[in-house]
């Protein structure tokens, strides 16, 4: 049989436990459940491509982070939501696309999964791009009496990779024919430009764009091609054959080099002609094959002139017919 004094014991025991069990479940059920709101979220500095955040912080008893909710009102492709960490109550948004109108919020988040409600929504839209690029500087070197180079420095833009692509002008009239792109130092662009007149004089022009098609045009440079006699152009380029074919529409083309009465075979150009249209490729002279791509599927004709260095060109060459597909 228990004692009195046991019995007491127990029920003193039994007690103490309850506060304990009770005072522990207190704590427990009175922590808040969810962080409290960020406030006060308010933007900084906006350009083209970015926003700068900040807010005031939220509070806590367990380890959270934050939420910032962006929202593009023209692309939802745009919408985004990034984690940051509680030390930090500040975010520069960055590589967010020009012009372009946001809403964004902040909550507070916990590592159970918890949110808080949201901050205040700011609305805000990134700048345009009205900034041309750099000013290309142009500078010309005459290179007989039908071509000029054209060389200048890369031009860069205000925002990253948004630049550029360029144009060309001869006395103020846009050219893109008879253009071929050239090897160049580093930092610089070189094209050169064909089929001018023996003796003629020019003035070029280089234009920067960017991708919002803000334009810097270059300095004008002008250059005096040397003049010439020759008159004739070369023979007609012959035995124009398929020499490989690359898949996906790429060949390589062969002939039989072409003869000059002044220059000779090594100064003499090639034009490879598909289905009537001058390949985009450079041309090149002195050589007896080349690659071009089909433009026609799967009906292709290609056709070779050749040219001297004072822009004489020859007949095209009996077609070449091959049929190509593109991959
Ligand atoms: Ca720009
Ligand atoms: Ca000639």
Redesign the pocket.
Known sequence: MISRQTSRFLILTAFVFLVVLSFDGTVTSSAPRVPTAPTNLTVGAVT?TTIALSWSSSKHNRPFSYRVRMTNHTNSQYNTVITVASSQTSYLARFLPMNSNYSISVSAVDERGNSSASSNTVTVRTLA?????STPVLETLVLGPSQVRLSWNNST???PL??CSYLFFMNGVRITQHINWAAAPAGHNAIVIRHLAPGSTNTFRVDAI???L?TASSNPSTATTETSTDTVAPSVPTNVRLLRDNGCAEVWLGWTQSIDDVDPQFAIEYEIYVNGVLSPLAVSAGVSEDFVYGTGFPDNTFTVKAVDRSGNTSAASAPLFVQLWPC
């Open positions: 083209e791009d009205e900034t041309p690029p833009d205000n925002i948004n630049c960017d991708y919002q803000n």
